[in-house]
């Protein structure tokens, strides 16, 4: 099977005309580096407009305004003036609320007849609107189906209850990695996610190819048939014409993408990509950067994944964030930027995240200077499946169990705790001397310091602290000498590690599960 690199940049030219692009980094397995046109940084631009609060502090609360949903597995806002949300439920249903009147008793549409819900992972798992929804009155499915558990794509047409067929994939060995996003990209084509076939380590090797949709994204035009096909394949696609590929691929190389979203302000792709069980991550790719390759199952996250699939001289693009299910999650649930009104000053253009697990609220946003800032912002209900929003960019997030529909709102609380950090480097190692100053108004009468390791680091021995490392999580506990920590006062601790080559020190850390400042 033949490969290519994609060199650079399709040009979107509504967009790019008027809007730099936020670039991916991109990764070499070969020990040389790849030409200068694969490689970009990472978060070198802001949104215009996006706001300066620091990340910690923030704070996002869900309150819970429906119940009574079966499973729910996606919810968009209907862009139609109504101010309606459409849910999917796992057995086939779109449920519609109201703010004003509710939970609608009876759904909008029922296919159950056609999908397949067996397993975990199956069902109807996305719907997209297109932007000429209120005319049309056509809206667009993806869900596994009866009777094989193929994935597949169809039209919906709300005024004659007809389901049509676009596209499937086989996906008939294992119920797991279905993927199921569906969205409409700034260039008005429909984009859909599927994953990599399912079982554990990619046993198909589907990541790395090309000739099957498994561990994709794809980039199609619904607005017209092109031949036999109800469909266009655009033909900026970057797999056009590739012998042995399939032309409807966008990106590849990924495990299973259960979310990703546009943000609305300059096209940028934020994708979560659910890991094997070490990594979950995030990218963040600019407009336009089809034919990249987020590097399933040659990497999980940033780590080598043992046993994978590595091509010498491919490069793949790396996530801007990664977090180990170490920390209580399993499954990121890939977010979006806000940019609503209501909070506008507070969260604009900041990425929201979760986790299927922990319901940790994740947020990032480029820093201006190649990286992101990141921080944990909050809880959202236990086993969020999706993050959706009003046509007027307000936050709303489904549960799987108990079925519930919840409006995020967000606050400022400023940090009760601030870390400086001192770090000294040499050859493979490296010490850090932590500053934990508590910033609030009562005392801390024992406390529980979380934070990240760079991949690759080891904790060797430590001082003023009793701390444990799982994967890349550090807990350190306050030493019988310290536990007391009053307001304005500060305790000090540290830490010696080994490195391979990511000395950075620690980007985030809770005390007692709140997140700290950031000094120096």
Avoid at 220 to 228: H, K, L, M
Avoid at 327 to 347: M, N, P
Avoid at 411 to 417: K, N, Q, V
Avoid at 434 to 447: K, Q, R
Wanted: aromatic letters at 8%.
């Amino acid at each position: 099977m033949l490969r290519r690199r994609w060199s650079g940049p399709l040009l979107l030219a509504l967009l790019l005309t008027a809007l730099a692009p936020l670039p991916a980094a991109a990764r070499p397995v070969a020990a040389a580096p790849p030409a200068a046109a694969d490689t970009v940084s990472p978060g070198t631009a802001t949104a215009k407009g996006a706001s300066t609060v620091p990340l910690p502090s923030l704070s996002a609360t869900t309150t819970q305004v429906a119940r009574g949903l079966r499973r729910p597995t996606t919810v968009v806002g209907a862009d139609d003036g109504t101010d309606r949300l459409f849910i999917t439920e796992k057995s086939g249903t779109v449920r519609v609320y109201h703010p004003d009147t509710g939970l609608a008793a009876s759904p909008l549409i029922d296919i159950t007849s056609a999908v397949d819900e067996s397993g975990n992972e199956r069902g109807l798992l996305g719907i997209a609107l297109p932007p000429d929804f209120a005319a049309s009155q056509n809206l667009y499915l993806a869900y596994t189906a009866l009777p094989d558990g193929a994935v597949t794509l169809a039209r919906y047409r709300l005024d004659e209850s007809r389901l049509e067929v676009l596209l499937s994939q086989k996906h008939a060995e294992y119920n797991n990695h279905n993927g199921g996003q569906l969205a409409f990209g700034p260039d008005g084509n429909l984009y859909w996610s599927i994953g990599d076939g399912g079982g554990s380590g990619d046993p198909f090797r589907s990541g790395q190819r090309l000739d099957t949709l498994l561990g994709k994204i794809m980039r199609i035009d619904v607005s017209r048939g092109c031949g036999p096909l109800p469909y266009c394949v655009p033909a900026d696609n970057p797999f056009v014409g590739t012998d042995g590929a399939r032309e409807e691929i966008w990106l590849y190389g990924l495990r299973n993408p259960w979310r990703f979203s546009f943000d609305d302000a300059d096209g940028s792709m934020w994708i979560g990509d659910v890991g094997q069980g070490r990594w979950e991550e995030v990218d963040h790719l600019a407009p336009g950067q089809g034919g990249l390759n987020l590097g399933w199952s040659c990497y999980e996250g940033l780590e080598k994944f043992k046993g994978g699939d590595c091509v010498p001289g491919e490069t793949y693009t790396e996530p801007v964030f990664t977090y180990s299910p170490y920390t209580g999650g399993c499954s990121v649930i890939g977010g979006r930027v806000y940019r609503g009104q209501k909070y506008a000053d507070l969260v604009g253009g900041t990425y929201i995240a979760t986790d299927y697990c922990s319901s940790t609220v994740w947020a990032l946003r480029p820093d201006g200077s190649g990286g992101y800032e990141q921080a944990e912002i909050g809880e959202m209900p236990t086993q969020v499946t999706s993050i959706g929003t009003t046509a007027e960019g307000e936050f709303y997030v489904v549960n799987d169990l108990p079925g519930g529909l919840h409006r995020v709102s967000f606050a400022r609380e400023e940090p009760t705790c601030r870390v400086d950090r001192t770090v000294t480097t040499w050859g493979t190692g490296l010490t850090v001397d932590l500053t934990v100053t508590n910033t609030g108004s009562t005392p801390v009468n024992g406390w529980t310091l979380e934070f990240p390791l760079a991949l690759g680091q080891t904790v060797v021995s430590d001082w003023n602290t009793n701390l444990t490392q799982g994967s890349n999580v550090i807990t350190a506990t306050d030493a019988s000498h310290n536990a007391m920590i009053a307001p304005g006062a500060s305790i000090t601790l540290g830490y010696l590690a080994g490195h391979t080559g990511d000395a950075s020190p620690p980007p985030r850390f809770m005390l007692n599960g709140d997140a700290c400042a950031v000094g120096r």
